[in-house]
């Protein structure tokens, strides 16, 4: 659990991306629970059965099965990763009874990829708790084609002015 982590030392936890490894049964989410995973991205770049992604365009946001997994995440106290979903889809996790995180985001408002989360996503974000990995993926850092540290930093730095002081790291 996030509670072993050893201050000075290198920690690490287990992680899901794309929700197709719960199959077709919401119990599989207490099965990798049990194995240790802590968080999921529900979603990747496809539509899968339980959300829509951000690159495809899609106005719909979590499935009927997608709203069960999110809910038994929650109550296996594993985070809800939304650094794929669609803001339809992030809205919905963000209005659930737990904080959720964006492993690997960057601010659409400094870069205008559709994976990238608004101001109103990120303040929300912080508000309830969440945790962001600023992504160092060049097309989500700049539409200029060429990134550096000082880019990765404006991401950071355009985060922690909306309230992401304890809640930026690294994705």
């Not at 072993?4 to 690490?12: Q, Y």
């Not at 709203?67 to 995440?73: A, D, G, L, N, S």
């Amino acid at each position: 659990s996030i509670s072993e982590a050893l201050p000075g030392h290198a920690n690490a936890f287990l992680t899901i991306e794309g929700g197709e490894a719960f199959g077709e049964d919401v119990g599989t989410v207490a099965d990798y629970a049990r194995m240790g995973v802590l968080a999921a991205a529900i979603v990747w770049n496809n539509e899968n059965r339980l959300a829509h992604p951000a690159k495809g365009g899609s106005r719909e946001g979590l499935t009927p099965f997608g709203q069960q997994v999110v809910h038994k995440m929650h109550r296996q106290h594993m985070a809800v990763d939304i650094s794929h979903l669609n803001e339809r889809g992030s809205d919905e996790v963000m209005d659930g009874p737990a904080p959720c995180m964006a492993s690997h985001s960057c601010a659409r408002s400094l870069c205008g990829h559709p994976r990238n989360l608004t101001d109103r996503q990120l303040r929300q974000l912080f508000a309830t708790g969440g945790y962001v990995g600023v992504n160092f993926y060049v097309p989500f850092l700049t539409d200029k084609g060429h990134a550096d540290m000082d880019t990765v930093i404006d991401h950071m730095v355009h985060m922690c002015l909306l309230g992401g002081e304890d809640h930026v790291g690294l994705g």
